[in-house]
């Protein structure tokens, strides 16, 4: 993605705020969303970054500000008309169903016939190589395949636009690095859209064509890795991204010279 | 359009307010408006007043301590040690749980009375009626259930901690000061008001073996059912609902908030030989003394005239149906079942409210359906017929219903809430974003996954509904009456026999219940059995 600038706007937030019961968890943020970008979302806990995710999706009501896709303004509209899917760390399958039977699960609900939703459900498992488990239960697999298996449930949709909230915080490292190929693939594949919040720089860098750091309610800077590494906004983020970058750097370097 | 979306289910949560309004809080209000300065004066005034409400507590005090030590050790045998047989015990275990209060209070007379089967065995001397008949009768009644709520406990001790503490070479008496204290005081304080309340409350056993003692539960039920006196009746009934609010405040703010979330690590099962031989003797002992009275109940009912003629004989069954003891139990099964299907669904749409659908209705929801464990089964009775008599429900077998609805929801209501709680908070949302509704993640998600629960809270109504005789007895008439008040028709005429054939059929009923529903769980496990096989 060397020319962003081109790139047609999917979703545009302005102004967005949130208060809760008086407490300010998001303040003016204002920023644009490509189509068919990867965007990271970095800050301490309790910056807002969860809040903002559930804003965009619908889940939760911002206190002021607006969002738009495509740009049509969908500020208010339910969360299933928004064409957006979402991931959480905890999966949330339905445990009482099979593999299968989670990610078929809205295809049936939306009037497709049966044969043709168990069909495209099988189709969105083989792609994730989940194949082999269809008929399991989501309590007999790893982490790592129930995360597979709630991104299916939500690509089978062909959403225009996936959140993630820290889908792999709770996943072994291996798991993460695999994972995180799989998801940029998929990307690439079906063309969607993905905004997601992470914890760990290492994996944002990696992943993202732009990161977006927050701290404190408040939208500090968006921009591509390279530009944040060059050009920090302010202190914070040269403390908060360069530091840890570099601290990690440095232990690989020693490791590699052993 | 959103707006719309809240304001339904605002709707129903005030339908339920209501619902559990009219059925918990109307009454006891009642109640304690019927109290006037006169009766107060009456009461308090009388000149047993303050024998008997000593001997209520002392006798309670005595039971309580004595239920909960012996519940505790049970509690370490079957779950802490490494015997076998522990699925046997724990169903001979509950047994007693399957009967009346008062056919505690039976057995022992039966075995233990003046003509009892161990008094002429043994030519024992001793008499059972008074204060340790009362102490003893209560332990039976109450043991199981201290028992189950301790093994619970234990079950979801961490074991972490004291293996840390072993690592560390901390002493074993300082583990106990420093881990295990600290841990089990709240539980243990739950269960110690538990039992007292449901010890202090009960009328049966007192009833039977009190003898010269007695204690309020007593009094209060004499006044209301032999003199019909309801003005005193409501004294003694807020007395009785002052240890169960304790109880119940105690018990509210003792409660953790979900944690079970975190993983726990079970404790290594204790396989010294020593342990495991006193755990078998501990646990063989109690199992024979929980079926010595319903052995006896089977000696004195099946027999021609016990103890002249001791041949085997149906007369005693022919007798109890003969004086319609077929209706009644038609009667007791029916109420049964209609409780246990409208209170499963009642505390299944409750808990679906307050666990999943978090909000300021919610949490007074939530208490009210708890206050109702706070009300003592006379209490209810007496609350009920001040209420609705002269309505149209009173009389039929639906007041009935009523009163034991309200009698038994608080805990199956608490087990539908934590077992709702437990499912991923984010199953809304995603339904939400998938397009699934609320209506339909309920019948797909939500109770599929409750189902071993909803069970649960089935058989929980349904055995307690046959055995009860608290708040029935105020409000049965002969046509509605349930079969476990037969029990204290013949008690008044001194028909042991007759009422131990009572008892037997009650358990009967019960253990078939449960039986059937041991049954479905197993076809369950076993069909998921076959489905994992199938996967491979
Ligand atoms: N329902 C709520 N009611 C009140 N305050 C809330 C609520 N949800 C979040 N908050 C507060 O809003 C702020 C932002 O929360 P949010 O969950 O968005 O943070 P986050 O950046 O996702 O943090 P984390 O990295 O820990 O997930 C926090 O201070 C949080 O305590
Ligand atoms: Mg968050």
Same mark, same amino acid.
């Given at each position: ?8 706007t999917?979703l ?9 019961d ?5 303040e003016h ?5 490509f ?19 559930? $804003?965009?999706i ?16 969908i500020t ?14 905890n999966?949330?399958?339905f445990?009482?169903?099979t ?6 699960y ?9 044969a043709t939703?168990?069909?495209k459900?099988?189709?969105?498992l ?16 790893s982490?790592?395949?129930q ?5 299916a ?5 062909? #959403?225009? $636009?996936?959140?993630?909230?820290? #889908?792999?915080s709770?996943?072994?490292v ?5 994972l995180?190929?799989?998801?940029k ?12 919040i992470?914890?760990?720089q ?14 404190n ?6 921009d591509t #890795?390279d530009?944040?590494?060059?050009? #920090? ?7 908060f ?6 601290a990690?750097?440095?232990? $690989? ?6 | ?13 005030l339908? +339920? ?8 809080? !109307?009454p ?9 300065p ?14 008997i =409400?000593?001997?209520?507590? @002392? ?13 505790? &050790? +049970? ?23 399957? @009967? ?14 003046? /003509? ?13 009626? %008074? ?8 332990v039976?009644?109450?043991?199981p ?30 583990q106990m ?7 089990l005081?709240?539980?243990l ?17 007192p ?11 007593? &009094? ?5 059912? %032999? ?9 003694? %009934? ?5 240890p ?7 018990? +509210? ?11 726990i ?6 396989? /010294?030989?020593?342990?495991l ?11 024979l003394?929980t ?13 021609a005239?016990?103890?002249n ?16 003891g077929?209706q ?18 009642? %505390? ?16 007074? =929801? ?11 089964? @006379? ?5 009920? &017929? ?6 149209p429900v ?10 034991? !609805? ?7 209501y ?9 499912i991923?908070? /984010?199953i ?12 339909? =993640?309920i ?5 599929p996954?409750?189902?071993?629960? =909803? ?30 008040l ?5 008690e008044?005429q ?15 009923? /019960? ?22 096989? !199938?996967?491979?």
């Amino acid at each position: 993605m060397d020319t962003l600038k081109d790139k047609k706007t999917k979703l545009r937030i302005t102004d967005l705020s949130k208060n809760y019961d008086g407490k300010c968890a998001l303040e003016h943020v204002s920023f644009d969303v490509f189509q068919g970008e990867f965007l990271s979302i970095l800050g301490p806990s309790g910056c807002g970054k969860t809040t903002l995710l559930r $804003i965009l999706i619908g889940l939760l009501e911002a206190s002021s500000g607006t969002v738009a896709l495509n740009g049509k303004d969908i500020t208010n509209a339910p969360p299933a008309e928004r064409s957006m899917g979402i991931v959480f760390q905890n999966y949330a399958l339905f445990e009482n169903m099979t593999v299968l039977g989670n990610v078929e699960y809205a295809l049936k609900i939306r009037k497709e016939t049966r044969a043709t939703a168990r069909q495209k459900a099988k189709e969105m498992l083989a792609l994730l190589g989940m194949s082999e488990y269809e008929n399991k239960k989501p309590g007999d697999l790893s982490g790592g395949q129930q995360q597979r298996v709630a991104i299916a449930r939500t690509l089978v949709l062909h #959403p225009e $636009i996936i959140l993630f909230d820290e #889908p792999m915080s709770a996943l072994d490292v291996d798991t993460r690095i695999t994972l995180r190929r799989e998801i940029k693939s998929l990307q690439a594949q079906f063309d969607t859209t993905m905004i997601y919040i992470t914890h760990d720089q290492e994996e944002a860098f990696a992943m993202a064509d732009r990161i977006m750091i927050m701290n404190n309610a408040h939208l500090v800077q968006i921009d591509t #890795p390279d530009a944040i590494v060059e050009h #920090p906004a302010d202190d914070y983020v040269r403390r908060f991204v360069l530091e840890n970058l570099q601290a990690k750097a440095d232990s $690989i370097r020693r490791f590699v010279r052993g | 359009m959103r707006k719309n979306k809240q304001a339904a289910p605002a709707a129903f949560k005030l339908i +339920l307010l209501c619902v559990f309004a009219a059925l918990v809080l !109307l009454p006891l209000l009642r109640m304690l408006l019927h109290i006037s300065p006169e009766s107060l004066k009456s009461v308090f005034s009388s000149a047993g007043i303050g024998g008997i =409400l000593a001997q209520s507590l @002392i006798v309670t005090l005595t039971a309580t301590v004595i239920t909960v030590l012996i519940a505790y &050790v +049970l509690a370490y045998c079957l779950e802490r040690t490494g015997i076998r047989g522990k699925e046997l015990f724990r169903l001979i275990l509950i047994l007693p749980m399957l @009967i009346p209060s008062i056919s505690h209070g039976m057995g022992l007379i039966i075995l233990l009375g003046n /003509n009892g089967i161990l008094t002429r065995m043994f030519h024992l001397q001793t008499s059972i009626y %008074g204060f340790w008949g009362i102490v003893i009768g209560s332990v039976m009644y109450a043991f199981p259930v201290a028992f189950l709520m301790l093994a619970d406990v234990m079950h979801y001790e961490d074991c972490s901690p004291y293996e840390a503490a072993k690592v560390l070479n901390i002493p074993r008496w300082r583990q106990m000061t420093s881990i295990t204290m600290p841990f089990l005081r709240k539980p243990l304080i739950s269960v110690i008001f538990a039992v007292f309340t449901m010890i202090i409350t009960d009328y049966g056993v007192p009833l039977m073996v009190g003898g010269k003692i007695k204690t309020i539960s007593v &009094v209060m039920y004499q006044e209301v059912i %032999g003199q019909l006196n309801f003005d005193t009746g409501s004294v003694y %009934g807020a007395i009785l609902l002052l240890p169960a609010v304790v109880a119940f405040l105690v018990d +509210l703010s003792n409660r953790d908030k979900g944690s079970s979330a975190f993983v726990i690590k079970a404790f290594p099962l204790n396989k /010294n030989r020593g342990t495991l031989a006193f755990s078998y003797i501990y646990c063989i002992v109690v199992s024979l003394l929980t079926v010595l009275p319903i052995i006896s109940f089977m000696v004195l009912g099946f027999t021609a005239k016990y103890p002249n003629d001791m041949r085997f004989s149906f007369y005693n069954v022919q007798r109890v149906f003969d004086l319609d003891g077929g209706q009644y139990l038609l009667n007791s099964v029916l109420i049964a079942v209609l409780v246990a299907l409208v209170g499963s669904l009642l %505390g299944f749409m409750t808990a679906y409210m307050t666990a999943r659908m978090k909000s300021g209705l919610s949490r007074l =929801l939530h208490l009210i359906a708890m206050t109702a464990m706070a009300i003592p089964g @006379i209490v209810l009775g007496l609350s009920y &017929v001040l209420v609705y008599k002269g309505s149209p429900v009173y009389g039929t077998i639906i007041i009935l219903v009523m009163a034991n !609805l309200v009698h038994f929801i608080a805990s199956p209501y608490l087990m539908m809430y934590n077992s709702l709680g437990k499912i991923n908070e /984010n199953i809304e949302a995603v339904g939400q974003t998938l397009r699934i509704g609320r209506l339909r =993640l309920i019948k797909d998600v939500f109770l599929p996954q409750s189902m071993s629960t =909803l069970r649960e809270m089935f058989a929980y109504f349904f055995v307690n509904s046959m055995m009860t005789i608290s708040a029935v007895s105020f409000l049965a008439t002969t046509d509605t009456k349930p079969i476990s008040l037969m029990i204290t028709q013949f008690e008044a005429q001194m028909q042991l026999e007759n009422a131990a054939i009572v008892s037997l059929l009650i358990l009967l009923v /019960n253990l078939l219940l449960k039986g059937t529903i041991a049954l479905l769980r197993r076809r369950k496990l076993r069909k998921l059995g076959a489905s994992a096989v !199938l996967d491979h």
